[in-house]
């Protein structure tokens, strides 16, 4: 049973280019999460989504990110003109839908975003 | 929405000793509590979690207590090893909503 897939690890942009992270959840799981952590800090709630719809995007600037969970494929959490201040390391999670029980929220092994 | 408190930010403890990290929520809806433990470089590997309807839950070396009328819960770990340095992070979440995280503990275990 695979994790959570991210995808690339790491990831070079020049400012102002386009950043584009994936997340495939494990196996079961309908929902994914996305927190950004800055290097030596926390982990910042962004977007929660289930397939084809956004259930919280509260954490998310409201300029230059966007994310979906198309009803096939990965989740994408898209950053466009990236600038210098986005560069951190991009984790997804993901669970099961609620109320079903067990563990929930397993984490990716994260996108490192380096804009440069 | 949700806040989360931790404390400590850092905890130097010797090999052997035990180790406690604290955290607050804000949220009496809270329903969920998890903690993950982050080494350098790596992502978030969650370690133990309760529930609201449990006051407390234990595994091996790692223990977690929730107390809900204080809106606070607490890690616990014994016999400490220098393979236990790590962050560690704490997290609360009610039904429907993401996970909230505390800032995270650097624990540092001494051998």
């Known amino acids: 049973n695979a994790g959570v897939m991210q995808n690339p690890r790491h990831l070079v942009r020049r400012r102002g280019q386009e950043a584009r992270l994936r997340c495939s959840p494990m196996k079961g799981h309908s929902h994914v999460y996305w927190y950004r952590q800055l290097p030596e800090e926390g982990l910042k709630f962004m977007v929660y989504?289930?397939?084809?719809?956004?259930?919280?995007e509260s954490g998310m600037p409201k300029e230059r990110f966007s994310a979906e969970f198309p009803k096939e494929g990965p989740s994408i959490l898209r950053i466009q003109q990236v600038v210098r201040g986005d560069s951190a390391a991009y984790f997804c999670a993901s669970s099961p839908a609620p109320g079903t029980g067990g563990p929930e929220a397993f984490f990716g092994q994260g996108t490192r975003l380096t804009v440069v | 929405g949700e806040n989360v408190e931790q404390h400590p930010s850092t905890l130097s403890v010797q090999e052997g000793d035990s180790a406690v990290i604290k955290c607050t929520y804000s949220?009496?809806?809270?329903?969920?509590f998890p903690w993950y433990k982050q080494e350098l470089g790596k992502r978030p590997q969650l370690i133990i979690d309760i529930r609201s309807n449990v006051g407390e839950k234990k595994d091996q070396r790692i223990a977690v207590t929730l107390n809900k009328t204080a809106k606070h819960f607490s890690l616990h770990i014994t016999e400490t090893q220098p393979e236990d340095s790590a962050v560690y992070f704490c997290a609360a979440r009610r039904g429907g909503r993401a996970l909230t995280f505390g800032s995270g503990t650097r624990l540092q275990v001494q051998p």
């Open positions: 989504l289930q397939k084809e719809n956004i259930i919280d």
């Open positions: 949220d009496s809806a809270s329903n969920y």
